[in-house]
């Protein structure tokens, strides 16, 4: 009864890989912390009979789980007023894509032996994990070799004249 909770629980990662709170209390915004709070506080208080009634006990873990997104939803457009720059300039977002793309995609060839393998627990456990251990590095390689040097412009050739033995003297 407890890996769906478990499962559900780990998608608070997601949400937590934003450290806002040291922002906001860097640009003296404690007031908009304790707003965050309530706010995350009425949220989970608002959702946790209903989500509960509908998932049981995994309920109360999505309430918590969307809570915690929401407020730090607030805290990114906070930030980026703070800040005086644009949603799209408050955190490296096609860098987080990358990122995200790189670690979520190898869960699939993972998942696929976890769920085709009829081995021991420790075993199905040390493939997924290899498969997934070349599955990111597949990805990684792709895209960091090879996206990114497409991408990148080719460095210009520079025409320095080298001085010749006749100028130094």
């Known amino acids: 009864a407890s890996v769906p909770i478990l499962r559900v629980w780990c ?23 304790v707003v965050m709070n309530v706010v995350r506080l009425v949220v989970i208080v608002g959702l946790v009979g209903w989500l509960i009634s509908r998932f049981g006990i995994v309920g109360a873990v999505l309430a918590t789980l ?26 490296p977002w096609r860098r987080l894509a990358l990122i995200t793309v790189n670690a979520g ?21 040390a493939l997924s994990v290899a498969v ?22 080719p460095p210009r050739a520079v025409n320095v004249a080298a001085p010749t033995l006749q100028q130094e003297i």
């Open 11 to 33: 998608l608070m990662i997601l949400p937590s890989a934003f450290a806002v709170d040291g922002v906001l209390r860097a640009h003296a915004r404690t007031r908009f912390l």
């Open 66 to 91: 969307i809570g915690t997104a929401v407020v730090k939803a607030m805290a990114i457009v906070q930030i980026a007023r703070v800040m005086n720059v644009g949603l799209a300039d408050v955190l």
């Open 132 to 153: 997934y251990g070349v599955a990111y590095a597949a990805i990684w390689y792709v895209v960091h070799v090879h996206l990114i040097a497409l991408a990148t412009p």
């Open 105 to 125: 995609v190898p869960l699939a060839p993972a998942g696929g032996v976890i769920d085709n393998t009829s081995e021991p627990i420790v075993v199905t456990a």
